[in-house]
């Protein structure tokens, strides 16, 4: 409003924008480390922690891509959080998961064979084929 010296007025009107530009920050939770669950080669129901989020103004909202299924190994988890500007920010945390089940190994029939002609040994004995299993993979049977 501006006035003059004869009392007379006018006004105008102006518009000020403030805009967030500021991110938000996130800090991950720590490495998780679990096992497989029982029988299975992949750890479901993993609990991954919380993180710490913050922003100038509000976070609206804070997500992550973990699978509902871990793959037994290193899964990385990236984190996303949102201000309610629409500003993000990320970041990322690991999930490993480790076979600590044994293999199972049924060892095939007793074999009972007699030594080669002239010899105190036996060569050339079928020793049969043991039974193997395991939640993830057999690698080797020796």
Known sequence: TVTDSSGNTATCTQTVTVTDNIDPTISCPATVNVNV??????????????PTTGDNCAV??????????????DTTVTWTVTDSS????????????????DPTISCPATVNVNVDAGLCT???VALG???????CAVASTT
Do not use: K, M
């Open 86 to 101: 629409g500003n993000t920010a990320t970041c990322t945390q690991t999930v490993t998961v480790t076979d600590n089940i």
């Open 122 to 124: 036996a060569s050339s």
């Open 60 to 73: 609206a909202s804070t997500t992550n891509d973990a699978p509902g299924v871990f793959p037994i190994g």
């Open 37 to 50: 669950d029982a029988g299975l080669c992949t750890a479901s129901g993993v609990t991954l922690g919380t």
């Open 129 to 135: 084929t043991p039974t193997t299993s395991d939640n």
